[in-house]
């Protein structure tokens, strides 16, 4: 009986059992979570106020099946969320999310975020359980928080924000701490060193902020190390020998800073060591032997290393990535390559010897850079051995002997770049069979013989140059069907012949210069109408300039030069640079009739012409003498009428004031003075769209700019002159010392005269692009562009309310000196009523190339239009170009470039850029700002303050 309740409360037991596990497996997110958890998710879904989580507790009242939630194995708990990507701003959540206790990862990177409130710091603090913390990729500003608790925090990253001041103990206390990201901030001062109590560091990333002084030596105490990038810094000294004490260090990176002395030996003695990379620093001396024992990936580029290459530098097996380049490196190559290097760059140094022949079947080597060297001998046929070469470059040594057939087999390469080196005899036909190749320049060498005819299966072939050879024949016509070609370069060769149809697609260049081309120039370049350059020039062609000439819409450049044209030269469209000298049958289109009978005529209209001209400056003469006698006779020399010999009235003046409260300028600025100047047309230094300057000499000799604005067209806010008497008193009180304001002015009937202090050096725009060009250095560049910037900022963080630019550009950027920018017409925005004016509303938004391109649509003045103006100011400095050229607006044409992140060397002003390192990378950090300021979208475009910050921090 006993055993029958037993047997019969074990069998309920069990069955009941199977019914909960039954439930439980069919229905395990039930209401797993905690009330305290649920009421958190559901919290935190209020306040993330984002379409693409979707979270709706209606719908789905269990957190644990939302999108970007993560529960425990058993749904008990949410151990990750994340929250990156939806474009969140406000921080009010943050401290929410400190309510869910069971937190490992949360990962907030790619928002807005602009600050961590002190309570998430002291909530999320107690969650013993949290490893992960992600707020990469935000708009945090400001000092890195001070992390309290957090013990179990292992991954730390803040990378991709705007945070500043100096590291010292806001991280000390984690015990815990493995991962640590801050890199892409604006963090100074010297590089941390307190990282964790525990030293149990594994990863550190603090590149691309302006850490300085030296690497630490307590750095080295971190024994877990396995990564180390310090890149993109202002770190100076040298890297220390006890280097090697990381023995689990796998990857060094200490590029674009300022360290010197040797490449340490030890560098060989770290056996895990995979990467090495310190390029772009100042590191002299040898390149250590064995270096490359265990590496993988070596980068000591751009520095000063001399002596030759170690003879087994290249050999070990574990090699992929050797770049040694721009250096003063000297001696040979070592011919023993290790068959599994991928990348080989040694150009820019003085290699001399032979290029490498060593290479053998198998050989995984993609790219071979040995350009402008001093190497000798031939193009080695053994590079035909390497399948896998996509990029060869060999240009700008002493290369001779013929070209290879051999180069043929190398079907994946894609670059091919010989220029610049003694090469002569044909080019093989095997060239023909690089299906992939896109890039072919084999210039200035001194090749002969025909183009190939099977040249034209270069269906991938983009730029073809072939200038500066003895090739002779003519074009192959099978080039019609190159439809990847966009510049073509033959010019200085032999060539002539029917010129044949072009590639439609033809867009940088067609260069058929110096050849023996001859005939009318063939209609059918008339289909190229995306062309940019034509160079037809020292030919022999004949007959006229055709008209299709003036409708290739894309053309800037047109040279016919030293030809044999006639007739009369078309008119082109203003931005064409156009060279038509040494056609001695070419006449304007003044000139144009030529016949017999009008020849006659004119001669007969020249001499009536020179007739009446003689007589008329004869009786110009006379009346000269008597007037200079009259004026002799009865003028004062004090009398307050024009200097510039007009006898007419001073303009009469209504109201004047003096705005500054410096007495030096009280003293010298008189009125009488300054109306006598603007009376004189020669005393005009500068005209802007609504300003005329003259330069004005004081009684007591100093010397001031009186500005004339001219309302006649109604676009001054009168009202009464006690109005513009305020707004130019405000104005006057202003104290920058780069912006030009106001010291006194005069209201005539029609016009208002502004005095300003006068400035030698003139605007940006004339010593900028004028003769004075060469006169900017980078210095001088940078501090204009700093100078704008801080003029700027003072003029839009005003409490009282921003002053607004009408115009600014260049043309108003006056210099006391090639560093001393001000920022001009700052008071058109206050004085000037757009709506008041009976002319273009266009005209008033500023100058053409600095106009917002919201302005078209707003017609409003904004600070991001400012913000617009100054970036294409920046733009001007560091390509050197106007803000229009050729019709191009400069904005746009440095956008376009700039989506290839190769073509960014080739947008700087290469005077300047190739001054040094140091110079090229804040050229290319300003360029990176400049563009951040043009975006088309207002609403991308950082503030002024934040454009001073970046400016600044780029050196």
Wanted: charged share 15%.
């Amino acid at each position: 009986m006993t055993r029958y309740v037993c047997g019969t409360r074990t069998s309920v037991f069990l069955s009941l059992s199977l019914s909960l596990s039954f439930l439980f497996l069919f229905f395990p997110l039930g209401f797993s979570l905690s009330p305290n958890q649920t009421s958190a998710m559901i919290n935190l879904s209020k306040l993330i106020n984002s379409t693409a989580l979707s979270w709706d507790a209606k719908s789905q009242p269990n957190p644990c099946s939302w999108k970007r939630v993560n529960c425990s194995s058993d749904n008990s708990s949410v151990i990750a969320l994340s929250l990156n990507g939806l474009g969140l701003f406000s921080s009010g959540f943050l401290s929410v999310v400190c309510n869910i206790e069971s937190l490992q990862s949360l990962d907030l990177s790619n928002n807005q975020l602009s600050s961590i409130p002190i309570e998430f710091i002291d909530g999320c603090g107690r969650i013993g359980g949290l490893k992960l913390l992600n707020f990469s990729k935000n708009s945090l500003a400001g000092l890195l928080p001070a992390f309290r608790g957090f013990v179990g925090l292992e991954s730390l990253d803040m990378s991709f924000n705007s945070l500043s001041g100096n590291i010292s103990s806001q991280l000390g206390e984690l015990p815990a701490l493995k991962k640590l990201y801050l890199n892409f901030n604006s963090f100074s001062g010297s590089v941390p060193v307190y990282l964790g109590k525990s030293m149990v560091l594994e990863e550190l990333q603090l590149s691309v902020n302006f850490f300085e002084g030296e690497i630490p030596l307590e750095i080295l105490n971190y024994q877990n190390l396995s990564l180390i990038d310090l890149s993109v810094n202002k770190l100076e000294g040298s890297i220390p020998d006890s280097i090697e004490n990381l023995t689990k260090l796998r990857i060094l990176i200490l590029s674009s800073n300022k360290l010197v002395g040797q490449i340490p030996k030890t560098i060989a003695n770290i056996p895990t060591l995979v990467r090495f990379a310190a390029n772009q620093n100042g590191f002299r001396g040898g390149i250590p032997d064995g270096i490359t024992t265990h590496l993988s990936f070596l980068d000591v580029s751009y520095n000063k290393l001399t002596g030759s290459i170690p003879s087994d530098l290249l050999s070990q097996s574990n090699l992929r990535t050797v770049d040694l380049s721009y250096n003063l490196l000297n001696g040979s190559i070592p011919d023993n390559i290790s068959q599994s290097l991928v990348r080989l760059r040694l150009g820019g140094n003085f290699l001399n010897g032979s290029v490498p022949s060593s290479f053998t079947p198998g050989h995984k080597l993609m790219y071979l850079e040995l350009d402008n060297n001093r190497l000798t001998g031939v193009v080695p046929a053994q590079l035909g051995y390497c399948q896998n070469l996509a990029l060869l470059n060999l240009a700008q040594n002493t290369l001779t002997g013929q070209l290879p057939m051999e180069l043929g087999n190398i079907s994946s390469l894609q670059v091919l770049k010989l220029q610049l080196n003694r090469l002569y005899g044909e080019i093989p036909p095997q060239i023909s069979q690089l299906h992939k190749l896109s890039t072919l320049n084999i210039s200035w060498n001194s090749l002969t013989g025909l183009i190939p005819p099977s040249i034209s299966s270069l269906q991938s072939l983009a730029q073809l140059n072939l200038q500066g050879n003895n090739l002779n024949g003519s074009i192959p016509d099978g080039i019609n069907s190159m439809d990847s070609l966009l510049e073509l370069q033959l010019g200085q060769n032999q060539l002539g012949g029917r010129i044949p149809t072009m590639p439609v697609k033809l867009q940088i260049a067609l260069n058929l210069s110096s050849n023996h081309f001859g005939g009318r120039i063939p209609n059918t370049l008339s289909r190229l109408k995306d062309l940019e350059v034509l160079d037809l020039s020292n030919n022999n062609f004949t007959g006229e300039i055709p008209d299709f000439l003036t409708q290739l819409g894309s053309l800037t450049q047109l040279i016919l030069s030293n030809n044999q044209l006639i007739g009369t030269i078309p008119e082109f469209r203003p931005w064409v640079s156009f060279n038509a000298s040494g056609n001695m049958g070419l006449v304007n289109a003044t000139k144009t009739n030529n016949s017999p009978e009008f020849v006659k005529k004119r001669k007969s209209v020249v001499l009536a012409v020179i007739i009446a001209v003689a007589s008329a400056a004869l009786a110009v003469g006379v009346i000269i003498i008597i007037a200079v006698s009259f004026s002799r006779r009865f003028l004062k020399v004090n009398d307050l009428q024009s200097q510039s010999g007009e006898d007419r009235p001073l303009p009469q003046v209504i109201q004047g004031n003096l705005l500054t409260s410096n007495a030096i300028h009280r003293s010298n600025i008189d009125f009488t003075k300054a109306m006598e100047a603007v009376a004189d047309p020669q005393n005009i230094v500068l005209k802007t769209r609504f300003c005329t300057y003259y330069k004005a000499t004081m009684p007591s000799g100093a010397s001031y700019f009186v500005k004339k604005l001219n309302w006649s067209d109604k676009l001054f806010q009168l009202g009464s002159h006690d109005k513009f008497d305020q707004e130019l008193k405000v104005l006057g009180k202003l104290s920058d010392s780069n912006v030009m304001t106001p010291l006194a002015y005069l209201l005539t009937a029609d016009s208002a005269f502004l005095f300003y202090e006068h400035t030698r050096t003139g605007t940006l725009l004339d010593v900028l692009h004028g003769k004075g060009g060469n006169a900017l250095d980078w210095e001088s560049r940078y501090s204009i562009a700093v100078g704008v910037a801080q003029g700027l900022n003072f003029l839009h963080g005003r409490t009282s309310g921003p002053i607004l630019l009408l115009d600014l550009s260049s043309r108003n950027i006056l210099l006391k000196s090639l560093k001393e920018p001000l920022v001009g017409d700052i008071e058109l925005c206050k004085v000037i009523d757009p709506a008041k004016s009976t002319g273009n509303l266009s005209t008033v938004a500023g100058s053409v190339g600095y106009i917002p391109p919201e302005y078209a649509y707003t017609m409003r003045v904004t600070m991001a239009g400012n913000v617009y103006s100054f970036g294409v100011v920046l733009l001007e400095l560091v390509t050197g170009k106007p803000a229009v050229s050729e019709g191009i607006e400069l904005a746009k044409w440095v956008l376009h470039n700039s989506k290839q992140l190769n073509k960014w060397d080739h947008i700087l002003d290469f005077n300047i850029s190739k001054t040094s390192l140091e110079v090229r990378g804040q050229m290319l950090a300003i360029l990176k700002i400049a563009l951040s300021c043009v975006s088309v979208s207002p609403e991308e475009r950082p503030k002024m303050k934040t454009v001073l910050r970046m400016i600044l921090n780029a050196r």
